[in-house]
């Protein structure tokens, strides 16, 4: 039988090459799947992220930009405290002169809106430093134009006031004006040259632009600083017209006798020409943090003015920040104060700064369970399913091979002997060979012989049988008294004949039990027969059936004092056509079914049939176990 277990070999080393196969198929697959879809998810995730940096942005630029174009606005007389109205039209509608009436700045007689406002200054051709919100000594004593409080303020402002002289020189200041609108204003628009615009067009074509779905490259931004471009060029005064001695005594802040008669000279008017509000950061002496500054030039017949307003930048961050609470509880703005340092998506239009959103690594969350894992999961569970089966059906097919080849060759062997005496016998009568004092003995050994032939047909019929599920099977309440009884009776002389002795022993004499009588005869019956074959160890077999209760059942046990029953054996010699070893000098018959049918039978009647471990430490106990019948 070698051949089969080679083939069998071979059968289960090819199921083991598809098994690696499969799997190392799914495990690609899987792989490949895992990783498409994790990169699809932190796309997707990244996406989601940039949008709600992008919302951020937007929320605290919808908030800061309308507050900072509306100081972009202001007209260039709002930086002086005191100054000379150009035309000023009483209720007569009479129009006075501009030397007759002086009016006092909105920056100087209202608060400002906001506390992070530290100052506005003016920067006079001269580098000499102003500011509206601080009133002229002339000015002060005015009755009923100021107050306590207003003289507290000019402390204050006169004390920043001389902290930005301290900071800056003018030279200084022109430069880093023009480096920064250099890198902020296009030279080629021709717009920024200082050309008016007449309407609104460029900012609706900048609406109307395509804003960039992904933010890359620092896309997003330059869509914003141009759209704030083309707006703060519309919300910047370019030129307008005034005397040249109202403008010299609002820049100057004094107004003398001789302005006042140069003002005789209609013609002599000069242009005021605007340029853009550049954002600069500056520290002022005296703080320990950086201020924003924002700074515009202003040509006023020739001359170079210089003027803007500087905020408090730790206040003003968090205002910026507090608009985006919700959505990013933790985030900061980052100055961007080197000049080679280029903007990117995160950086805000009109504010030099980056938002840095400081959230954790989104990634994280692409392992996220989805369909394609449902998918995934399903593939590997349908493989593993089909690979079960085919296991199982190859398993099967294999044992059903082996268990044929094993009939086949259990039967040829045990047919040969009686077949062979048949044959010898017969003819050695038919020819008359055989003394008429030696035919009885002939003629009992083929009828010994032919009893042993059909006991091997009755037995592969029965397992026949049983594996079709055919085996009738009649239970009826029997005491164990009377099993005991029909077995004594059937194996006696059979037992006194091989040389065993057979004791029984009924420890529950009143007990019955719910079984077929037939089939626990033939179990026991089995038992006894394969004791009386394989129980022999040197001295007189000795085969002793008890019956006793043992957890609520009724255990009927044949126990012999043999050699017992290997341990390598132990777990087979309930399988078909598996024989146990004889003893050397014992020849006995049988294919190996006695057992097998045994346990077959003792599971129809709803019991089991075991090998338990004999307390005397030699021979072989077998327990059958059945229900009892007033259980």
Avoid at 499 to 515: H, R, V, Y
Wanted: with cysteine; net charge negative.
């Amino acid at each position: 039988m070698s051949w089969l277990a080679k083939s069998g070999r071979w059968a289960y080393i090819t199921f083991g090459a598809l098994c690696l196969l499969v799997v190392g198929i799914l495990i690609w697959a899987t792989e490949v799947s895992l990783r498409l879809d994790q990169k699809q998810q932190t796309d997707a995730l990244q996406k989601a992220h940039e949008n709600r940096v992008r919302l951020a942005i937007n929320q605290m630029e919808s908030w800061a930009n309308p507050i900072l174009f509306s100081e972009f606005r202001r007209d260039y007389n709002d930086y002086s405290p005191i100054y000379f109205p150009d035309e000023v039209r009483v209720r007569t509608g009479e129009v006075l002169r501009p030397d007759t009436y002086v009016q006092l700045s909105s920056l100087l007689t209202q608060p400002v809106r906001y506390d992070w406002f530290l100052l506005y200054f003016q920067m006079s051709p001269e580098g000499m430093l102003g500011s509206p919100q601080i009133a002229p000594e002339f000015a002060r004593n005015w009755p009923g134009a100021f107050d306590e409080s207003d003289f507290r303020e000019w402390i204050i402002y006169e004390r920043r006031l001389l902290s930005l002289a301290f900071t800056f020189a003018r030279e200084d200041v022109a430069a880093e004006y023009d480096e920064k609108r250099g890198r902020l204003v296009d030279p080629n628009d021709p717009t920024d040259d200082g050309e008016e615009l007449n309407d609104a067009k460029s900012v609706q074509l900048a609406s109307a632009e395509q804003h960039p779905s992904t933010i890359k490259d620092g896309a997003d931004y330059m869509w914003r600083r141009e759209n704030v471009r083309r707006l703060q060029r519309l919300q910047t005064p370019r030129v307008v017209c005034t005397s040249e001695q109202v403008a010299t005594a609002n820049l100057t802040d004094v107004a003398t006798q001789e302005i006042v008669d140069a003002n005789d000279n209609e013609e002599n008017v000069v242009g005021i020409r605007y340029e853009n509000m550049v954002p600069l950061w500056t520290e002022l002496s005296g703080r320990t943090t950086k201020d924003l500054m924002f700074l515009r030039a202003l040509d006023v017949g020739g001359a170079r003015v210089f003027q803007g307003f500087v905020v408090d930048w730790p206040r003003f961050s968090d205002e910026l920040l507090a608009q985006v609470r919700d959505l990013f509880p933790n985030a900061e703005l980052e100055i961007i104060d080197e000049t080679n340092e280029s903007p990117d998506d995160t950086t805000l239009s009109l504010i030099p700064a980056r938002f840095n959103p400081n959230t954790s690594n989104i990634a994280v969350a692409g392992l996220a369970w989805n369909h394609t894992h449902s998918f995934l999961l399903m593939g590997w569970g349908g493989a593993i399913f089909l690979l079960i089966a085919l296991g199982l059906g190859l398993r099967s097919m294999l044992q059903l091979s082996e268990r044929r080849t094993q009939f086949a060759y259990a039967v040829t062997h045990e047919l040969r002997t009686p077949l062979t005496t048949f044959q010898l016998y017969t003819d050695m009568l038919a020819n008359g060979l055989v003394e008429e004092s030696s035919r009885q003995e002939y003629l009992e050994t083929l009828n010994q012989e032919s009893r042993r032939l059909s006991g091997l047909v009755s037995g592969v019929l029965e397992h026949s049988r049983i594996e079709s599920g055919s085996v009738p099977v009649s239970k009826e309440l029997v005491p164990v008294s009377e099993i005991l009884n029909e077995v004594r009776e059937a194996q006696e002389a059979w037992c006194t004949k091989s040389g065993a002795k057979l004791t029984f022993e009924n420890n529950s004499p009143d007990l019955s039990i719910l079984t077929d009588r037939r089939l626990t005869v033939q179990i026991l019956g089995n038992l006894i027969d394969n004791a009386c074959k394989y129980g022999r160890n040197g001295d007189a077999a000795q085969v002793a059936v008890t019956s006793r209760l043992i957890e609520g059942k009724c255990a009927l046990e044949v126990t012999d004092n043999g050699p017992g029953i290997p341990a390598r054996l132990r777990s087979s010699i309930f399988k078909p056509y598996q024989r146990g070893e004889q003893h050397a000098t014992t020849v006995t018959g049988g294919i190996g079914l006695g057992l097998a049918l045994s346990r077959s039978w003792a599971k129809m009647l709803g019991g089991n049939l075991e090998l338990v471990a004999n307390g005397k430490g030699n021979g072989a106990r077998f327990r059958l176990s059945l229900e009892p019948g007033n259980a």
